[in-house]
């Protein structure tokens, strides 16, 4: 059984950064899709960047796009999602997801794993 979890999460003013953090463990057969998604208070879980551990290709959602960085600096460590020029709207509750494909990049019932989250706040 995979377990996720993600740390990293906080308080900020617009203008900063976090790193958010996700942690895999138990999963032996290869490679995965990792994703952060992010949930704000009465919307629906938004799909915000992926990676899949054995490549180098990334994605990210445009409104994301070129201010959050998602990266692995080793197969063996966490990965990470660096944040900068955060915005009051990018405060949510981000989730780390995974999957053995990325073929439902995007969609919530793509990933079979998910952490609990990890809140992230920033002010205006």
């Known amino acids: 059984q995979v377990q996720l979890v993600e740390s990293g999460g906080g308080s900020v003013q617009a203008g900063g950064s976090l790193i958010l953090s996700c942690a895999a463990s138990g999963y032996t057969y290869g490679n995965l899709c990792m994703t952060w998604f992010r949930q704000a208070p009465g919307k629906e879980r938004e799909w915000v960047a992926s990676?899949?551990?054995?490549?180098?290709?990334?994605f990210y959602a445009d409104s994301v796009k070129g201010r959050f960085t998602i990266y692995q600096d080793n197969a063996k460590d966490p990965v990470a999602l660096q944040m900068n020029s955060l915005k009051p709207e990018d405060t949510a509750m981000y989730y780390c997801a995974a999957d053995p494909t990325c073929v439902r990049l995007g969609l919530v019932a793509g990933y079979k794993y998910w952490g609990q989250g990890t809140q992230v706040t920033v002010s205006s």
């Open positions: 990676m899949y551990t054995g490549g180098r290709s990334t």
